[in-house]
């Protein structure tokens, strides 16, 4: 199967901290023996299994996100009629509460050898964050007559262990007093004390104000600060908790990175001011010292310096 890769901060959107019933993991491999199952198999198909040899993989090849948390489930069969005669199998293969996202079709030297579609669940379960069923039909790698038909479920699920603050360099601590430095040239995130920092980006508690820091990277222009009162400072508190810590794990692309950043600086009743850092371009996220999260706040009009 060929590597496809799963943008995150920037396309699907991570659910909300809730209990789930069932582990993410243990629902996606429901939700690929569900797809599966609305396979219906060409009349006179020979079943081959989960398991075949190479050659007849790649002639009916799907696409495979690349991340860690998902689950995989194919099913191939080998049908005794010319690949012309199945092309349209896989526009019957359909299964409820779906719709087609992607079509794939292969040739060699001119002459068609694949077809495919991919049927995507447009309302997966709050766990999950992507579940498809590609079906495929391909000529037979071993027998020019014949035509193998498959069926992939691929089912990415979210990971709702939040990341560790990895950035590297030394950290920043800020406070609403302090006011913010002039440079963090060089500075790989923020530190801050205190309980709850494993459990949320900016643990819960009365915002009494706050302090925004605002640096321009490589964008060029200058230091914008701004203090807030306890109003804007709670709304800011909000959008900046709302980020969800539930993420996929593996390769994703982004765009361009010039460096901007912003701290965000919570005056918070019973401890000491929490600083959130902000990566603003890029594939944006946040961190606190403790762990991270991907994406960034939905600020409230006028908050922002």
Not at 133 to 158: C, N, R
Request: charged share 15%; glycine share 14%; aromatic share 4%.
């Amino acid at each position: 199967m060929a590597l496809a890769p799963v943008v995150t901060g920037c396309g699907a959107t991570p659910p909300a901290a809730q209990p789930v019933a069932l582990a993410p993991a243990r629902i996606a491999e429901q939700a690929a023996a569900g797809l599966l199952s609305a396979v219906t198999p060409p009349a006179g198909a020979e079943d081959l299994g989960s398991n075949v040899d190479e050659a007849i993989a790649n002639a009916v090849q799907g696409g495979v996100p690349a991340v860690s948390t998902r689950v995989i489930r194919s099913h191939y069969w080998r049908v005794r009629r010319p690949f012309t005669e199945l092309t349209g199998w896989p526009q019957g293969q359909r299964p409820t509460g779906t719709q087609r996202s992607s079509g794939q079709t292969g040739a060699v030297r001119g002459r068609s050898t694949m077809s495919a579609i991919t049927y995507s669940v447009t309302a997966p379960d709050p766990a999950l964050v992507s579940a498809d069923l590609t079906a495929a039909v391909g000529v037979d790698p071993h027998d020019a007559g014949a035509t193998i038909t498959a069926a992939h479920a691929v089912v990415v699920w979210w990971n709702t262990t939040p990341l560790p603050d990895a950035g590297a360099g030394p950290r920043v601590r800020i406070t609403i007093a302090g006011g913010c430095p002039p440079s963090i040239e060089g500075v790989g995130g923020v530190q801050n004390t205190g309980n709850g920092l494993d459990a949320a980006i900016l643990p819960p508690g009365e915002i009494t104000g706050g302090l925004i820091c605002r640096y321009p990277g490589l964008s060029g222009g200058r230091l914008r600060a701004k203090v807030l009162d306890a109003a804007d400072a709670t709304r800011l508190a909000a959008a900046a908790r709302a980020v969800p810590l539930a993420h996929v794990d593996g390769a994703h692309s982004c765009p361009m990175d010039q460096g901007q950043v912003a701290v965000l600086v919570f005056g918070v009743v019973g401890r000491q001011d929490v600083d959130v850092w902000w990566h603003l371009d890029g594939c944006q996220g946040m961190s606190n010292g403790t762990i991270a999260a991907t994406g960034g706040p939905d600020v409230p009009a006028g908050v922002m310096p």
